[in-house]
């Protein structure tokens, strides 16, 4: 005798069973702050001047055996930038650069990941930055895994430039003998070491209540 529906169940524990393996396939990490750093590089008349963001919230998922499956998601506060020069960073922080009381963050969210060679992806998502969203593709490097115990750690680099006018900053000064003080192309560099997210300890069994003696 045929049970109504009962194909239709066995179908949707098999669709939840799958679920479950490829969501036990991937492994999330978080930027370890402590050993990763978010900085550029800008040209300043006949040279270039380094700067670097010091906070920053960076989460990765990784699928070891289909990258495809990965992403990664990355939040930086722009107030955070730091040139090493105070003037010059309260300048880069006013509304002739970053405005950063109107914009504060700088967003970077992945759209497609692809491998391009040995331990190489390119990494397409979406950059916000000062009020405009462009759609990159970043080349990045996985410089690999390590297993310390009681932790794992994953590594990845990344450099790539982008155009501050593309996203409406266009600040600089004209020299009278020709040229401009800044150039328009910035250089980013990210180097990533993080920290894989591991599930919370088990609390301990709490030990059973013991029963008091009966009296007879």
């Known amino acids: 005798m045929r049970i109504p529906g009962k194909s239709a169940a ?17 492994e999330a990490f978080v930027f370890d702050k402590a050993h990763s750093q978010v900085g550029f590089q800008i040209r300043h008349f006949l040279t270039k001047v380094e700067g670097r963001f010091r906070d920053y919230d960076g989460h990765i998922v990784i699928d070891r055996q289909n990258p495809a499956n990965s992403r990664v998601d990355v939040t930086i506060q722009a107030a955070s930038i730091d040139t090493g020069n105070e003037k010059r960073d309260a300048d880069l922080k006013s509304a002739n650069f970053f405005e950063v009381d109107k914009y504060p963050t700088i967003t970077f969210k992945s759209t497609k990941v692809i491998p391009s060679g040995k331990d190489l992806y390119a990494v397409t998502g979406d950059l916000t930055m000062h009020g405009v969203t462009k759609t990159l593709i970043v080349p990045v490097r996985h410089t690999g895994f390590i297993n310390l115990g009681k932790m794992e750690k994953a ?22 003998a020709g040229g ?12 990533v070491e993080a920290n894989k997210e591991m599930p919370p300890a088990a609390a301990p069994a709490l030990p059973e209540p013991t029963k008091a003696p009966v009296s007879r």
């Open 10 to 26: 066995l179908a949707f524990a098999a669709a939840l069973s799958i679920a479950g393996i490829a969501a036990a396939a991937t």
């Open 155 to 176: 590594g990845f680099e990344l450099t790539f430039p982008i155009n501050r006018k593309d996203y409406g900053i266009t600040w600089n000064r004209t020299l009278d």
């Open 180 to 191: 401009a003080m800044l150039g328009d192309d910035v250089q980013i560099t990210v180097l």
